[in-house]
Protein backbone atom coordinates (compact mmCIF):
# COMPACT_ATOMS: atom_id res chain seq x y z
CA UNK A 1 0.00 0.00 0.00
CA UNK A 2 1.44 3.45 -1.01
CA UNK A 3 0.93 6.11 1.61
CA UNK A 4 1.17 10.32 1.17
CA UNK A 5 1.41 12.51 4.43
CA UNK A 6 0.27 15.74 4.91
CA UNK A 7 -0.29 18.23 7.19
CA UNK A 8 2.73 19.19 8.99
CA UNK A 9 4.17 22.58 9.22
CA UNK A 10 5.31 25.48 11.80
CA UNK A 11 3.79 25.87 14.67
CA UNK A 12 3.63 27.57 18.35
CA UNK A 13 4.13 25.71 21.29
CA UNK A 14 0.52 25.29 22.90
CA UNK A 15 -0.97 25.63 18.97
CA UNK A 16 -2.17 22.39 16.78
CA UNK A 17 -2.37 20.88 13.55
CA UNK A 18 -3.60 17.64 12.11
CA UNK A 19 -2.07 15.21 9.54
CA UNK A 20 -3.34 13.19 7.17
CA UNK A 21 -2.52 10.10 5.57
CA UNK A 22 -4.37 8.59 1.97
CA UNK A 23 -3.80 5.31 1.43
CA UNK A 24 -3.93 4.02 -2.17
CA UNK A 25 -5.25 0.49 -0.83
CA UNK A 26 -8.62 -0.98 -1.91
CA UNK A 27 -8.80 -2.58 1.29
CA UNK A 28 -7.49 -0.02 3.57
CA UNK A 29 -10.22 -0.72 5.76
CA UNK A 30 -8.63 -4.18 6.88
CA UNK A 31 -4.90 -2.32 7.61
CA UNK A 32 -4.19 -1.03 11.29
CA UNK A 33 -2.70 2.62 10.62
CA UNK A 34 0.11 3.73 13.03
CA UNK A 35 1.94 6.95 13.73
CA UNK A 36 5.05 7.42 14.20
CA UNK A 37 7.71 10.36 14.36
CA UNK A 38 11.29 10.60 14.34
CA UNK A 39 13.15 13.66 16.08
CA UNK A 40 17.08 14.94 14.86
CA UNK A 41 19.32 12.28 16.35
CA UNK A 42 16.98 10.27 17.83
CA UNK A 43 15.21 6.24 16.96
CA UNK A 44 11.75 6.64 15.25
CA UNK A 45 9.07 6.01 17.79
CA UNK A 46 5.65 4.94 18.26
CA UNK A 47 3.15 7.85 18.60
CA UNK A 48 -0.42 6.48 17.91
CA UNK A 49 -2.36 4.10 16.01
CA UNK A 50 -5.54 2.54 15.79
CA UNK A 51 -6.87 -0.56 15.12
CA UNK A 52 -8.80 -1.96 11.72
CA UNK A 53 -11.24 -4.45 13.67
CA UNK A 54 -12.69 -2.24 15.74
CA UNK A 55 -11.26 0.89 15.88
CA UNK A 56 -8.84 1.08 19.18
CA UNK A 57 -7.16 3.51 19.52
CA UNK A 58 -3.64 3.22 21.28
CA UNK A 59 -0.87 6.22 22.19
CA UNK A 60 2.12 6.71 23.56
CA UNK A 61 2.50 8.53 27.10
CA UNK A 62 4.00 11.57 25.94
CA UNK A 63 1.12 12.31 23.64
CA UNK A 64 -2.03 11.07 25.60
CA UNK A 65 -4.54 13.24 26.33
CA UNK A 66 -3.29 15.84 23.31
CA UNK A 67 -3.32 13.53 20.20
CA UNK A 68 -6.20 11.84 18.86
CA UNK A 69 -5.87 8.81 16.27
CA UNK A 70 -8.66 8.78 13.66
CA UNK A 71 -9.36 6.69 10.70
CA UNK A 72 -11.84 7.33 7.74
CA UNK A 73 -12.34 4.26 5.53
CA UNK A 74 -14.55 5.74 3.17
CA UNK A 75 -11.99 8.09 2.03
CA UNK A 76 -8.82 5.95 2.58
CA UNK A 77 -7.18 8.20 4.73
CA UNK A 78 -6.31 7.97 8.41
CA UNK A 79 -5.88 11.63 10.72
CA UNK A 80 -3.59 12.65 13.83
CA UNK A 81 -5.05 15.58 15.30
CA UNK A 82 -2.25 17.20 17.61
CA UNK A 83 -3.28 19.69 20.44
CA UNK A 84 -1.60 21.40 22.97
CA UNK A 85 1.86 20.85 20.78
CA UNK A 86 5.40 21.18 22.51
CA UNK A 87 8.56 22.03 21.45
CA UNK A 88 9.07 18.30 22.20
CA UNK A 89 6.96 16.98 19.37
CA UNK A 90 9.15 18.57 16.93
CA UNK A 91 9.95 15.58 14.15
CA UNK A 92 9.21 14.10 11.26
CA UNK A 93 6.05 12.64 11.49
CA UNK A 94 5.09 8.94 9.65
CA UNK A 95 2.44 6.81 9.11
CA UNK A 96 2.32 3.09 8.18
CA UNK A 97 0.29 0.18 7.19
CA UNK A 98 -0.37 -3.22 8.67
CA UNK A 99 -2.27 -5.75 6.63
CA UNK A 100 -0.61 -8.47 8.43
CA UNK A 101 -4.21 -8.76 10.65
CA UNK A 102 -2.13 -8.97 13.70
CA UNK A 103 -1.36 -6.02 15.70
CA UNK A 104 1.67 -4.14 17.16
CA UNK A 105 2.72 -0.75 18.19
CA UNK A 106 6.26 -0.94 17.28
CA UNK A 107 7.72 -0.02 13.79
CA UNK A 108 8.24 -3.67 12.86
CA UNK A 109 4.87 -4.01 13.01
CA UNK A 110 4.36 -2.45 10.01
CA UNK A 111 5.39 -2.89 6.57
CA UNK A 112 4.39 -0.03 4.64
CA UNK A 113 5.28 3.66 5.42
CA UNK A 114 4.54 7.15 3.91
CA UNK A 115 7.25 9.72 3.13
CA UNK A 116 6.69 11.77 6.53
CA UNK A 117 5.84 15.15 7.05
CA UNK A 118 7.64 17.57 9.33
CA UNK A 119 6.23 18.83 12.68
CA UNK A 120 8.00 21.77 13.88
CA UNK A 121 6.63 23.74 17.51
CA UNK A 122 8.18 26.67 18.23
CA UNK A 123 8.69 27.90 22.03
Known amino acids: VQLQASGGGLVQAGGSLRLSCAAS????????MGWFRQAPGKEREFVAA????????YYANSVKGRFTVSRDNAKNTVYLQMNSLKPEDTAVYYC?????????????????WGQGTQVTVSS
Open 50 to 57: IRWSDFSR
Open 96 to 112: AADGSGRFGTTAADFGS
Open 25 to 32: ERTFSSYN
